[in-house]
């Protein structure tokens, strides 16, 4: 079964800052990858997806995410980090079309 | 167009009691989902309709929660009795095909505190 690893639970950068979030996946075939928002009591939003072609993928808001498989990467990055983009980002991998499993999440917090 | 829309937004009760959670998802999805999100993790689906059919519900505890999805369109999703370690985050999603895969919109959820 697949399963998604996000390395740190919370992240803090300063504005204006390169924002990474880091998410590994476990796949035993080529998975579709999401990476979704959260703000605080909203539901999830999301961000950008991988399904198949160009593994460079643009977002919403500025952020993007590289498909690398031979890392069984997809971390997201935004170049200047905003005081808006502090919120929970989850990342998640799916192999059918229907079968999503979200990793932990990993909270984003933005310094002035 | 209109998001997926859940009712209540929050809810407190007392163990033992019942509580229902309501989701209409975006107009022509015919897929729907049932989350749970407990404090600090990710999403864990509950169950999958498509249209009114129940097509994954392994997940769903089925001693004491319910569901369904009449006509295929709103859905409820039930617990009886509920207990202390119910409390979180209950969301509804919806999807529809966007190119090779289908694309989740979410619900703002429902969060639950049993006392």
């Known amino acids: 079964a697949q399963s998604v690893t996000q390395l740190g639970s919370h992240v803090s950068v300063s504005e204006g800052a390169l924002v990474l979030l880091r998410c590994n996946y476990s796949?035993?075939?080529?998975?579709?990858l999401f990476w979704y928002v959260q703000y605080p009591n909203q539901g999830l939003q999301l961000l950008l997806k991988?399904?198949?072609?160009?593994?460079l993928v643009k977002g919403i808001n500025g952020f993007e995410a590289e498909f690398k498989k031979s890392e069984t990467s997809f971390h997201l990055t935004k170049p200047s980090a905003h005081m808006s983009d502090a919120a929970e980002y989850f990342c998640?991998?799916?192999?059918?079309?229907?079968?999503?499993?979200f990793g932990a999440g990993t909270r984003l917090t933005v310094k002035p | 167009e209109a998001g997926v829309v859940q009712s209540p937004r929050y809810k407190i009760i007392e163990k033992k009691q019942p509580v229902a959670f309501w989701c209409n998802p975006i107009?022509?999805?015919?897929?729907l989902y049932w989350y749970l999100q407990n404090l600090g993790q990710g999403p864990e689906l509950l169950i999958r309709?498509?249209?009114?059919?129940?097509?994954?519900d392994s997940q769903l505890p089925k001693d004491r929660f319910s569901a369904e999805r009449l006509k295929g369109v709103d859905s409820t999703l039930k617990i009886q009795p509920a207990e202390l370690g119910d409390s979180a985050v209950y969301l509804c999603?919806?999807?529809?095909?966007?190119?090779?895969?289908?694309?989740?919109?979410f619900g703002p959820g429902t969060r639950l505190t049993v006392l």
């Open positions: 999603a919806s999807s529809s095909r966007e190119g090779s895969t289908d694309t989740q919109y």
């Open positions: 796949s035993s075939v080529p998975p579709y």
């Open positions: 991988y399904t198949t072609g160009a593994t």
């Open positions: 998640a991998v799916s192999l059918t079309l229907n079968d999503m499993r």
């Open positions: 107009s022509g999805h015919n897929t």
């Open positions: 309709y498509e249209n009114e059919e129940a097509v994954d």
